[in-house]
């Protein structure tokens, strides 16, 4: 665990602070740090290593529960979720009770575990938040503005124009003028640890760029 970067970010998107503007996506503010928050972050970190060393296991995970999204999509992270912590999360947080794992496919297939994912109430504070994790350390984010196909019509997700995707609008006149449904915000809130990625705190704590709607937080 050595990387120093933002672990499978695009190229240019390696820090929390570099990231380029993104209409669907919300962060929380960068907070002042302190030697507190500090001491709390790592003190997360070695407990939440702790907790989730068994599922570096994939079949640990999925005998606890957790399934992967787009099993048949090639992606740079997977994420295993558990809907029924993701509904435990809505009341409280448990560091050994994450949403999701997130795992990168190695060349010969096997799953490396590299981090978990937490939510969090979409009416969650940001008092409430920094409670959870400190945000001088955690940025946590929000899926915002999004364009999705009508109810019934999942298969219009692919559909473009002028070369881009329809359902990447991020306006609800845009969207309209598709005849696509336009929600203000999807899921709640959510934050990525890559604990078991590097031993780095920027690149444990980095944020990395969502492009489009992956199955995934």
Same mark, same amino acid.
């Given at each position: ?23 669907? /996506? @919300?962060?929380? !503010? %960068? ?8 001491? +709390? #972050?790592? *003190? ?25 999204? /787009? @099993?048949?999509? !090639? %992606? ?8 029924? +912590? #993701?509904? *435990? ?41 920094? #409670? ?86």
């Amino acid at each position: 665990m050595n990387s120093t970067a933002c672990p499978f970010a695009a190229a240019g998107e390696a820090m929390s602070d570099q990231l380029p503007k993104d209409a669907h /996506l @919300r962060l929380t !503010p %960068l907070r002042m740090g302190t030697a507190a928050d500090s001491a +709390r #972050a790592w *003190e997360f970190i070695g407990e939440m290593r702790r907790a989730l060393a068994k599922y570096q296991d994939v079949r640990v995970a999925e005998a606890d529960g957790f399934r992967m999204w /787009l @099993r048949r999509v !090639p %992606l740079p992270v997977y994420h295993f979720t558990s809907w029924r +912590r #993701a509904i *435990e999360a809505m009341v409280r947080f448990d560091l050994a009770q994450p949403t999701s794992l997130m795992y990168q496919r190695r060349p010969d297939g096997r799953f490396r575990l590299l981090g978990a994912m937490y939510t969090a109430p979409a009416s969650a504070t940001e008092d409430d938040l920094d #409670a959870r994790i400190p945000l001088s350390v955690a940025r946590w984010h929000a899926h915002v503005n999004w364009c999705v196909p009508p109810s019934g019509a999942d298969s219009r997700w692919p559909e473009t124009l002028a070369g881009e995707p329809i359902f990447g609008i991020a306006t609800r006149s845009g969207c309209d003028s598709v005849g696509g449904q336009f929600r203000p915000r999807i899921y709640d809130w959510s934050v990525h640890v890559y604990a078991f990625a590097s031993d780095d705190a920027k690149a444990i704590w980095c944020v990395e760029h969502h492009h489009g709607m992956t199955g995934a937080q």
